[in-house]
């Protein structure tokens, strides 16, 4: 069952995701396609990655 | 106008010599001691002299290119192809030594001192370390290393010294341990220990002279490799072999034993503030390297805002093996058998074709690199 904590913990990587993101659109707007793509995948990684050792690993 | 930071070559050295010595206060002992039995010295010497002559080959082929670093080397051979794929090849080399040391330095230090303490609150010391190194960037990191890394050879040698009534030179017989083939050609690709040279082709640019690139490079593999070989030496001249084979962090138990008198004993407290102190240091450097690189071979204006977020990817990638045994087998018999691909081969290669790129296009007219 989740917890509080996970939840918040989930909440601030979400956060930490669109701050990425909007690194990602700002490159994007710049002509980096590939760059702007990199970005993405990070602010994808930043929050799958936890949440995955957080809700299947521990487990 | 954004300031070039531009260092020396004491703090270049520095950093390097921390990254390839890191590994003496973790398993370098007791894996030359696999490698070699009671010739464990032999082989440390040996792979010391293939890492000196790897250096060698790629400083000659390097001369052309003064100031550059191994992605705009990668750029010139292979366009911009050639520097994304080099970035991911860096990219994966220094992200499984920040990852795979992270998850050894916290499991070894809550082994020793921090027992009771969960994983990730030892871990998190580290990315608090990392994320401020790397917002301080690299000339403040440069600088750090140049004061501490001297503190920590000295700490490293007085424990070498204080082992000294512990040494017996007859642990060394037989003379050639394993045996020839184990040593020499087995043993060959160990020359891996010294992959973190690949750092060195990274830092090119903020070195900007050739000269300093090249005597950097043979001060800190000469050094290291010194350090690396005093380790063994006194690690399998205490502890007998075999039984040296079950001891999980060598210096820390070479430390354990020293009693100098009434009023000096626990050494491993120095060991403690060494080893934390170059862990923090290895695993900074290596996280800055990781956004330089991101940073680089994707073209992006700025590397701050990744910062938190691929600390966050470090620290979930070292909870991924479910145990230290995982972490050791995987950096042991796989890092440390082929990262002399990326460190030594992959180099060499690039330098090769930027070089035949360089001829044509001097041949053809054209400017490209510049030979200064």
């Known amino acids: 069952m989740m917890s509080i904590g996970y939840i918040a913990l989930i909440g601030l990587l979400l956060c930490i995701a669109t701050y990425t993101a909007s690194f990602g659109v700002w490159t994007w707007k710049r002509k980096n396609r590939f760059g702007a793509f990199m970005i993405f995948l990070v602010a994808v990684t930043v929050v799958a990655l936890p949440v995955y050792i957080l809700l299947f690993r521990e487990a | ?78 366009g911009n192809i050639g520097r994304i794929l080099v970035g991911f090849v860096i990219l994966f080399c220094l992200g499984w030594g920040t990852v795979a040391y992270m998850r050894m330095f916290s499991e070894n230090m809550k082994l020793i001192s921090l027992t009771t303490s969960p994983l990730s609150y030892v871990e998190l010391y580290f990315v608090v370390c990392l994320v401020t190194g790397a917002y301080f960037g690299i000339e403040a990191l440069s600088r750090l290393h140049a004061f501490v890394v001297p503190v920590i050879t000295v700490g ?22 394993n045996g020839l083939s184990a040593i ?47 380790s063994v030496l006194v690690f399998s001249t205490v502890f007998p072999y ?32 060494i080893w934390a102190a170059s862990s923090l240091l290895y695993i900074t450097v290596n996280f800055y390297l990781i956004l330089f690189t991101f940073q680089k071979a994707f073209r992006l204006d700025y590397y701050k805002p990744l910062i938190i977020p691929l600390s966050i990817i470090v620290m979930s990638l070292s909870f991924l093996p479910s145990d230290f045994a995982e972490v050791v087998t995987y950096e042991v018999e796989l890092f440390r058998s082929w990262s002399w691909v990326p460190a030594f081969a992959m180099p060499i290669l690039l330098l090769i074709l930027a070089r035949r790129k360089h001829r044509k296009s001097a041949e053809s007219g054209g400017n490209e690199p510049q030979d200064s």
């Open chain 2, 1 to 78: 106008m954004k300031k070039k930071t531009i260092f020396g070559h004491w703090e270049a050295s520095a950093i390097i010599m921390n990254l390839i010595y890191t590994k003496i206060f973790l398993n370098f002992p007791r894996m030359a001691v696999e490698e070699g039995g009671t010739a464990a010295w032999i082989f440390a010497i040996y792979i010391a002299i293939l890492a000196i002559l790897g250096f060698t080959v790629i400083q000659k082929l390097y001369k052309p290119f003064e100031g550059k670093d191994l992605l705009d080397v990668a750029e010139l051979a292979a």
């Open chain 2, 156 to 177: 490293f040698l007085l424990i070498m010294l204080g082992a000294v009534n512990y040494i017996d030179p007859g642990n060394l017989m037989p003379l050639l341990g």
């Open chain 2, 184 to 230: 020499f050609i087995k043993g060959a690709q160990k020359v891996s220990d010294y992959s973190e040279i690949l750092v060195l082709f990274l830092l090119a640019s903020f070195l900007k002279k050739y000269e300093v690139m090249k005597s950097t490079g043979y001060w800190s593999l000469v050094l290291a490799s010194v350090f690396l070989v005093i």
């Open chain 2, 242 to 273: 075999p039984s040296s084979l079950e001891i999980t962090i060598p210096i820390f138990h070479v430390a354990r034993l020293i009693k100098l008198g009434r009023f000096f004993q626990r050494v491993e407290s120095v060991f403690l503030f």
